[in-house]
Nanobody, 122 residues
Framework: QVQLVESGGGLVQPGGSLRLSCTAS????????MSWYRQPPGKQRELVAA????????KYVDSVKGRFTISRDNAKNAVYLQMNSLKPEDTAVYYC???????????????WGQGTQVTVSS
């Protein structure tokens, strides 16, 4: 079955950096666009970044452009999110997800891991 395991979250001061990792199994990873979503406390889950199957194209929500970088390693069935210049508003649980639809509006699949908590606070 599909498994997604996120890691790398933690507590960091504003301006700091974290690198999130997600390892995947149970599906043809290299053929799927992959994404990172986040869910801040009391808010809906939102798309943060996405990368096409062979890494050719990426997309980001405006609030993280220039600060976050998504990448993938198809040989390791892994996707990463490098987060720099972190802000308190980046505080959320972060999830990776194999996208059902890339398109002009990304549509997530029904597969979610347990997420990893990122807390940005002084």
């Amino acid at each position: 079955q599909v498994q997604l395991v996120e890691s790398g979250g933690g507590l960091v001061q504003p301006g700091g950096s974290l690198r999130l990792s997600c390892t995947a199994s149970g599906f043809a990873f290299s053929t799927y666009a992959m994404s990172w979503y986040r869910q801040p406390p009391g808010k809906q889950r939102e798309l943060v970044a996405a990368i096409q199957s062979f890494g050719g194209n990426t997309k980001y929500v405006d609030s993280v452009k220039g600060r976050f970088t998504i990448s993938r390693d198809n040989a390791k069935n892994a996707v990463y999110l490098q987060m720099n210049s972190l802000k308190p508003e980046d505080t959320a649980v972060y999830y990776c997800n194999p996208l059902a639809v890339w398109g002009s509006v990304a549509v997530p699949s029904d597969y979610w891991g347990q997420g990893t908590q990122v807390t940005v606070s002084s």
